[in-house]
C-alpha cells in the first residue's frame, strides 16, 4: 500500500511539472506573438507617417495656392483682383470607392509662415478620382476592370469661411465653393498633381416636373497650383 501510494504521488509530480511547462511554454509563444503583432503595427504605422513619394494619404501634406485674378463679390461694388490664397490639406480616401475618392483635412500653417490674412478656412471638400468629367468615350471605366485605372483627373470641390479682407472698406469674401479638374498622374506610387484652372461653383435648385435638380455653373477665377511638402 506503502509503494502503491509512493507511485501515486511520483506520477503527480510529473504529470503536473508537464502542465506546468506546457503552460509556460504557451504563455511564452503568445507573448511572442503580441510583440511580434505591436513591432509589425509600429512598422506599418512609421512607413505610412515617413513616404518618401508624395501620396493621396495623411502622410502627405499638400501645399495649395490659389491666385485669384477677377472675382465680382455680391452685394459691394468692389472685386478681387490678384489676389493669392494659401491652405495645406491632407487627402483622405474612403475605403470601398471606385473611383478612388473621399475627403480633405486642412493642417494650418506655422505663424511665422502666415499671419492669417492669405489662408483660406475649409469648412467641407471631396475629392474623387476620374477620367475627363466632359468626355467619357476613353472607356477607362472598362479599363479599369482589367488593370490599374489611369484616372487622368482628379477633381476637388471646396467649399471656405467667410473671410474679412479689409475692415475699412469693408471687403469680404463670402463662404465660396471652389472647383478645379487637377491633372492627375502616378508612377511607381508617386502621386504627382499639376496646376489647373480654379473656378467658383454657383448652384442653383431647378423645378422639375415633380422633382427639384442641382444645376452647377462653374465660373472660372483664377489658377490653382498644388505641390507636396515632402
Not at 17 to 32: M, Y
Not at 103 to 120: F, I, P
Request: include cysteine.
Amino acid at each position: 500500500m506503502m509503494a502503491l501510494k509512493l507511485l501515486t504521488a511520483v506520477l503527480a509530480s510529473i504529470l503536473g511539472c508537464a502542465a506546468g511547462f506546457t503552460t509556460c511554454s504557451t504563455r511564452t509563444s503568445t507573448e511572442k506573438l503580441w510583440q511580434q503583432q505591436r513591432a509589425g503595427c509600429r512598422a506599418l504605422s512609421a512607413a505610412s507617417t515617413t513616404s518618401s513619394v508624395p501620396t493621396l494619404t495623411e502622410s502627405t501634406i499638400w501645399q495649395l495656392r490659389l491666385k485669384i485674378n477677377n472675382l465680382e463679390l455680391a452685394k459691394s461694388s468692389v472685386g478681387i483682383e490678384d489676389r493669392i490664397f494659401n491652405l495645406r490639406l491632407n487627402f483622405l480616401e474612403e475605403e470601398g470607392y471606385e473611383p478612388p475618392q473621399g475627403t480633405v483635412r486642412q493642417v494650418a500653417m506655422a505663424n511665422d509662415e502666415s499671419s492669417g490674412k492669405d489662408e483660406l478656412v475649409i469648412t467641407k471638400a471631396r475629392w474623387m478620382l476620374s477620367e475627363d468629367p466632359e468626355d467619357r468615350k476613353d472607356g477607362l471605366w472598362v479599363w479599369g476592370l482589367f488593370k490599374e485605372p489611369l484616372y487622368p483627373f482628379l477633381l476637388l470641390t471646396m467649399e471656405t469661411a467667410e473671410k474679412i479682407l479689409d475692415e475699412e472698406s469693408n471687403t469680404v469674401l463670402p463662404p465660396l465653393k471652389f472647383y478645379a479638374q487637377i491633372p492627375h498622374t502616378r508612377k511607381d506610387g508617386a502621386v504627382s498633381l499639376d496646376s489647373a484652372v480654379l473656378n467658383v461653383r454657383n448652384t442653383e435648385q431647378l423645378q422639375l416636373v415633380g422633382a427639384v435638380a442641382d444645376y452647377f455653373e462653374d465660373v472660372g477665377v483664377g489658377q490653382l497650383q498644388i505641390n507636396p511638402l515632402l
